[in-house]
């Protein structure tokens, strides 16, 4: 699933505990119609539920006054000992500092609120809580317990009585992590909170729901439907003025756009960013100001990178006082987190002390069970861990492995492209020579095609590699041979004709081959250059075919340096150390010999060699009867 996970499980929580659905406008005639009937309340619970759902409704307008009414209700309650009303103003709390970014400070008030309706057996605001918490260890990248915190969620919705809660659980969930449910779960899911939505007639969670049906929709192949199908949800949701869900689905249509259609994707970036500026959003506007600039930096639009970086620094320079002023010490809130769940041990144990009194020989008998069952537990983790330790070792083995191959794939490309290159380089210089005829200059045209071609099928062929090639890897064909290795042979007369040297082409044998003819002229093209390179000024090299009942030999024959003994072992191996430069100082990479032989071997046949020190080399390229269509005196 492709959700683009911005928007925050609080936000769309706490719309359905507002009642019914409402529009901006209505809510903000709501809030001076409570404003106006805090004077005449006399009784002071009552009068802290009022100022909590004032604090409330402000949350999508004005963040300071959701603060400010939040406080508020605290203190009064705090005064008079009003239990629910302290535990609503802390969740209050907890909001504010999350629509702010200072998720420190939003997790230290969710955390106390949760505990709290814990104390009240609260189940409702116990799941909401738990939600709001999943939904702030998101945003700091701890998925562990963010996960964690909405299995408890779950868990604890799918027993209480008033079902809405769980639908606005259900959406959050699956829009912060779509990849733990299975398509067919996810689907199952979004209709029964669609369903209980429509139940509410809340407008707000139906339309959040849509984002996930549309989405599906995408994901399943109906994209332009999909997409659409979002687009529409937008218009409401910008039409009434549902400022969080809308940044969402702004957000969600520019990821969608954004490599199809990059103008349409800009505008709805960038009427996300206004939309973040105008009401302080600073996440998404941090969020979207680092999409802009990554497209524009990637594009190389530097005036434009250059804008959203300096908007992207002074937002995380706000962002680095906010957290200076609010002084949270992390290692003192982690004892803080660790001393509540000890207190939740405490208080587990005392009550099973309680029972002790009871049943003092039963509860003995139960606490050696534990204790034999924690042990069994402990085996059970020591192995799970140890099997981990294994994997994970192995998993370092396999990456060292991939990043060995692509620095090996990285040097493939650099050594197979010299030959083709340096090709079109010595035509390109011939084209240039006021002596060429239109006929030749229509030639090394041709040629230069053709080898620029072998240069693309090449870096194609190398980008897809596992490094070792495999027949299923071929793109096999019929291959007129004469002609395959007189266009071969005249490809690199030019490299030859650098130092004085003649490549013959012996007049080859009427042979069809079927093999892959780009992977088998890389074969040439190493074995030649190769000659050329190790071969003196004025030499000859000859290339000759022969047949026989087993098949094709190609042989490539020089006159040169020879391979010495205490190389020949190791000259087929990958990046060898038996490396030297040619006889013009030529530089040796040490992996065509390796690469054509790999080729040869994917197509069934095998790559051998004669050699005398000091007086030449003939490689020889053979090519089994099953690769041969045909075969014909010459």
């Given at each position: ?50 100022v ?6 402000f ?52 955390n ?6 814990v ?11 738990l ?11 701890r ?12 868990a ?15 959406y ?18 979004i ?10 007639r ?16 995408i ?38 756009y ?50 959203y ?11 680095a ?55 069994k ?13 294994r ?23 650099a ?5 083709p ?13 006021d002596?060429?005829?239109?006929e ?24 897809q ?18 002609v ?65 009942d087993?098949?094709v ?39 065509g ?12 046949g ?29």
């Amino acid at each position: 699933m492709t959700l683009t996970c911005y928007i925050r499980g609080i936000f769309i929580c706490l719309a359905l505990s507002l009642g019914p659905f409402r529009s901006v406008w209505a809510q903000v005639s709501k809030i001076r119609e409570l404003q106006l009937s805090l004077p005449a309340i006399r009784d002071s619970t009552n009068y802290v539920d009022v100022v909590n759902r004032i604090s409330l409704l402000f949350y999508e307008q004005n963040a300071d006054s959701t603060l400010y009414y939040a406080l508020e209700a605290r203190q009064i309650a705090y005064r008079n000992d009003y239990e629910r009303g302290r535990a609503d103003a802390t969740n209050n709390l907890g909001v504010v500092f999350d629509i702010k970014g200072n998720i420190q400070l939003a997790l230290r008030y969710y955390n106390d609120a949760y505990n709290q309706y814990v104390t009240l057996r609260d189940s409702s605001n116990i799941v909401q809580t738990l939600m709001n918490i999943g939904s702030v260890y998101n945003v700091s990248g701890r998925d562990d317990k963010a996960q964690a915190h909405y299995d408890r969620a779950m868990a604890l919705g799918d027993r209480i009585e008033h079902d809405s809660i769980t639908a606005i659980l259900i959406y959050n969930y699956i829009l912060l992590y779509p990849q733990k449910f299975s398509r067919s779960r996810r689907t199952a899911l979004i209709d029964r909170a669609y369903g209980i939505a429509h139940k509410y007639r809340d407008v707000r969670l139906e339309l959040a729901i849509d984002q996930l049906r549309a989405t599906e929709l995408i994901e399943t192949g109906q994209r332009e439907k999909g997409l659409a199908f979002l687009e529409q949800t937008l218009n409401k949701a910008l039409a009434l003025e549902l400022n969080y869900l809308s940044m969402d689905l702004l957000l969600d249509l520019g990821d969608h756009y954004l490599a199809e259609d990059r103008d349409r994707a800009l505008r709805f970036y960038n009427k996300a960013l206004d939309l973040a500026e105008q009401k302080n959003y600073r996440m998404y506007a941090r969020d979207v100001c680092k999409k802009l600039y990554d497209h524009y930096a990637g594009r190389h639009e530097n005036v434009q990178a250059f804008i959203y970086s300096q908007k992207l620094l002074k937002l995380f320079e706000e962002q680095a006082e906010i957290d200076r002023v609010s002084g949270i010490d992390y290692i003192e809130y982690a004892v803080k987190d660790q001393q509540l769940i000890s207190e939740q041990i405490k208080s587990k144990y005392n009550a099973q002390m309680l029972s002790l009194a009871v049943a003092v020989c039963v509860l003995t008998l139960l606490s050696i069970l534990v204790l034999w069952r924690n042990w069994k537990l402990s085996k059970k983790t020591n192995r799970v861990l140890t099997m981990q330790f294994r994997q994970l070792e192995s998993t370092t083995d396999a990456l060292e492995k991939s990043n060995q191959n692509y620095a090996r794939l990285i040097k493939i490309l650099a050594h197979d492209l010299r030959n083709p290159i340096g090709g079109i380089n010595a035509l390109c210089s011939l084209l240039q020579d006021d002596d060429t005829t239109a006929e030749e200059a229509s030639q090394y045209v041709g040629l230069i095609r053709e080898s620029s071609t072998t240069c693309l099928h090449m870096i194609s062929d190398l980008l897809q590699t596992d490094f070792d090639f495999k027949e299923t890897e071929l793109h096999k064909k019929t291959v007129d041979l004469p002609v395959f290795l007189d266009q071969a042979v005249t490809l690199l007369t030019f490299r030859a004709a650098e130092k004085n040297q003649r490549l013959v082409l012996e007049d080859p044998s009427r042979v069809m081959v079927n093999a892959d003819p780009d992977k088998l002229l890389r074969v040439l093209n190493n074995l030649i250059v190769n000659a050329i390179k190790f071969s003196p000024e004025g030499e000859t090299i000859r290339v000759v075919t022969a047949q026989s009942d087993k098949g094709v030999t190609i042989s490539v024959e020089d006159n040169g340096l020879g391979i010495p003994q205490e190389a020949i072992p190791n000259l087929f191996d990958p990046f060898t150390t038996s490396k030297r430069p040619g006889t013009a100082g030529e530089q040796a990479f040490g992996l065509g010999l390796y690469i054509s032989k790999q080729i040869v071997e994917a197509h069934g046949g095998k790559l051998s060699f004669k050699t005398e020190e000091g007086s030449g080399t003939t490689f020889y390229i053979f090519l089994p009867g099953e690769n041969v269509d045909s075969l014909s005196p010459a």
